[in-house]
C-alpha cells in the first residue's frame, strides 16, 4: 500500500502535477482535478492514503 506526501507544482486546466516530497528526483505525476480536494493550489502539501488525496495543513 502506497502512502506518501505530494507538493502541488503547478495546475493545468482539469490537471494538477504532483511531487513526491521523499523522492525530489522523481518526475512530477499528472492527476485529474477531480481526484483532488476542491481547495487546492499550487503549493498545496497533499497526503495521499487508501486512494485519497487529502490536504495536509
Do not use: F, W
Request: charged share 35%; hydrophobic share 40%; net charge negative.
Amino acid at each position: 500500500m502506497l502512502v506518501c506526501d505530494y507538493i502541488i507544482e503547478r495546475i493545468d486546466g482539469d490537471y494538477a502535477m504532483l511531487k513526491r516530497t521523499n523522492l525530489p528526483e522523481e518526475e512530477a505525476k499528472m492527476v485529474a482535478r477531480a481526484l483532488l480536494p476542491e481547495e487546492i493550489r499550487e503549493g498545496s502539501r497533499l497526503h495521499y492514503e487508501l486512494l485519497q488525496y487529502t490536504i495536509v495543513e
